[in-house]
Nanobody, 128 residues
Framework: QLQPVESGGGLVEPGGSLRLSCATS????????IGWFRQAPGKEREGVSC????????NYADSVKGRFTISRDNAKNTVYLQMNSLKPEDTAVYYC?????????????????????WGRGTQVTVSS
């Protein structure tokens, strides 16, 4: 089965930038919608951003619009989440998830949606 692996997390100051990577070596990302989710301590997991399987259409949570950018490189079987202007409230474990969706050009930020393949997460901490 497809197993996403996240990387790129770490400690960054408020206003700084960080780029997360979601690698899926051995599997072609074509046909999969990819979503980024995050979970802070004591809070429920929430959708951050996603990119569809065909056209690359994207969705963003209101809290990150204008600051985060999702992109995919099918040749490298990798999806990225570029995070700019980071805020302390962005602190969370970030997860990459994949949804086998070769026919529907949609993606969703609903946590309990169609995503069936999940990574183990990478910690992002925004603090002075």
């Amino acid at each position: 089965q497809l197993q996403p692996v996240e990387s790129g997390g770490g400690l960054v100051e408020p206003g700084g930038s960080l780029r997360l990577s979601c690698a899926t070596s051995g599997f072609n990302l074509r046909g999969y919608a990819i979503g980024w989710f995050r979970q802070a301590p004591g809070k429920e997991r929430e959708g951050v951003s996603c990119v569809s399987s065909r056209s690359g259409s994207t969705n963003y949570a209101d809290s990150v619009k204008g600051r985060f950018t999702i992109s995919r490189d099918n040749a490298k079987n990798t999806v990225y989440l570029q995070m700019n202007s980071l805020k302390p409230e962005d602190t969370a474990v970030y997860y990459c998830a994949a949804d086998w969706s070769p026919l529907l050009d949609i993606c969703t930020l609903v946590d309990k949606g169609p995503y069936g393949y999940w990574g183990r997460g990478t910690q992002v901490t925004v603090s002075s």
